[in-house]
């Protein structure tokens, strides 16, 4: 999935769209999505200039949007007047730092779901290293 048809489900625009491409989906339970780390994102001007190391915080937002493809993926749950916040963040852990020229790779699975609320299972990594993992709850939300 491409970045233009990315941005016709997730509201996120630059620079809070986390996602550059989808590599696969399995509607309704899995997602596994791309996001190349630039050093010319602008949240490296602060963290930390001579340093630059991606805040994990980013990291888990880049997990939910991976998340919210998911639920996106199943046109029965979802309408265009819904928008998917969080609900609560459990288990997040933070192994290796991302930079700058990494690829990061972000894999969601569908773990519970009850009415217009999902549990995922998240899971970042950079080469094959885990790099974060967290349990994400999500939420939707008439606008």
Known sequence: M???EIKEILPHRYPF???DRILEVQKGK???ALKNISG???IFQGHFPSHAVLPGVMIIEALAQTAGIVIHSDE???SSREIVFFAGIDKAKFRIPVVPGDQL???TTLINQR???WVF???ASVDDKLAAQAEIKLMLHSV
């Open 2 to 4: 491409s970045l233009e």
């Open 17 to 19: 769209l986390l996602v």
């Open 30 to 32: 899995y997602c596994k």
């Open 40 to 42: 010319n994102e602008e």
């Open 76 to 78: 029965n749950e979802t």
């Open 105 to 107: 790779i972000l894999e």
């Open 115 to 117: 009415r217009n609320f």
């Open 121 to 123: 299972e998240g899971n």
